[in-house]
């Protein structure tokens, strides 16, 4: 059973996984809102691209790497992105970001995940949007935040994973702010380092 995360819950990823960690996924998913049309007719989706990205940080708190739409793979290929989704079409996960955390450098000592909404709406006119953190050995859900219930903001700081005595675990940060890529959100990812 996974743990719908709340703001602030920190919790092991071994832990809740069952056992050792080795790989997980971080899912995005959403869909469009619907427009009613005139009397029924002409009913449409709207695009909505959202994003998902991640920032690898050293033991200065310094960013060493990103994995997003424009990079889908860290330099040293231990985390790599699925590819841009740009309207949320299909059902599961519309973008993922999978990370092989035995194979994380070592001077990683964290890594945050974010989500913005690239065509600029606010997950408030998002309908089921949500990120999931996934073992990759079982398949089993670990994690998973609700993203739809955020408001009017249009972009958010999820979760970090970070070392802590030997064991990858996950802080849900939870977040919202306001930008098109993870880039405008690195002065608010800092308080949380």
Not at 66 to 90: E, P
Not at 132 to 160: C, D, P, T, W, Y
Request: glycine share 10%; net charge negative; proline share 2%.
């Amino acid at each position: 059973m996974s743990v719908n995360l709340t703001k602030g819950q920190k919790i092991s990823l071994e832990k809740e996984a069952g056992g050792s960690l080795n790989r997980v996924v971080m899912g995005l998913g959403w869909d469009a809102v619907k427009s009613k049309g005139f009397l029924g007719f002409g009913a449409k989706s709207a695009d909505i691209d959202l994003d998902a990205s991640c920032v690898l940080f050293d033991d200065a708190n310094k960013p060493v790497d990103v994995v997003w739409f424009r990079q889908l793979k860290s330099r040293d290929g231990s985390i790599f992105h699925s590819g841009d989704n740009r309207t949320g079409a299909g059902d599961g996960d519309d973008e993922q970001i999978n990370v092989a955390l035995q194979s994380v450098p070592a001077n990683v000592r964290s890594i945050v995940f974010t989500v913005n909404s690239f065509t600029g709406q606010s997950f408030a006119q998002v309908e089921n949007a949500y990120c999931r953190l996934v073992s990759a050995e079982n398949g089993k859900e670990v994690a998973r935040f609700n993203l739809s219930v955020q408001g009017q903001h249009n972009a958010q700081i999820m979760a970090k994973l970070y070392r802590h005595n030997g064991e990858w675990k996950m802080h849900a940060i939870g977040e919202n702010g306001a930008g098109r890529t993870f880039d405008d959100l690195l002065p608010q990812i800092a308080a949380h380092l």
